[in-house]
C-alpha cells in the first residue's frame, strides 16, 4: 500500500463548539469539509490538517486516524484480510463518495482506510 495522505481525527463532542478553537486559536481556518458529525479543517497552506468527528454516520466506531491510498483501497482491504486484521467496518462506498474500510491496528487503534474520489491515480 502506498499512503497518499494521512489525516489524524479527533473526537469531539460537538463540531460547532470546537470549531472556534481549532479554526481561530490554532490557525486551522480553512474549513475543508463540513458533514455535521466531521469535519476537516487546515492551515491556509495545507500544510497541517485535523479532521473532528462527532460520531460516525456509518460504521460502528469512530477512527483515530485516516490514511488515504488513492485507487488501492481494494488491495489494502485483501491484504488486511490476508493478514488476519480485525475489520470493524467492512469495505464500503459511502454516500458522500468515498470508499473506505476501517481495520483495528494491533494496539487497538481503529484506522480508517479511505479512498477519495479526488485522490485516485
Known amino acids: 500500500m502506498r499512503p497518499t495522505g494521512l489525516t489524524a481525527n479527533l473526537n469531539v463532542a460537538d463540531i460547532e463548539e470546537a470549531k472556534e478553537f481549532y479554526t481561530d486559536y490554532l490557525g486551522l481556518s480553512v474549513e475543508e469539509m463540513n458533514l455535521g458529525w466531521v469535519a476537516r479543517f487546515k492551515t491556509p497552506d495545507g500544510r497541517a490538517v485535523v479532521q473532528l468527528v462527532s460520531s460516525d ?56 482506510i479511505v479512498s477519495h474520489s479526488d485522490d485516485a491515480g
Open 57 to 112: 454516520a456509518t460504521a460502528p466506531v469512530d477512527s483515530v486516524l485516516s490514511i488515504h491510498v488513492g485507487d488501492e483501497v481494494e488491495a489494502a482491504y485483501e491484504e488486511a484480510q490476508r493478514r488476519g486484521f480485525d475489520i470493524v467496518y467492512p469495505l464500503t462506498t459511502e454516500p458522500w463518495g468515498v470508499r473506505r474500510f476501517f481495520v483495528r491496528a494491533p494496539d487497538g487503534s481503529v484506522v480508517n
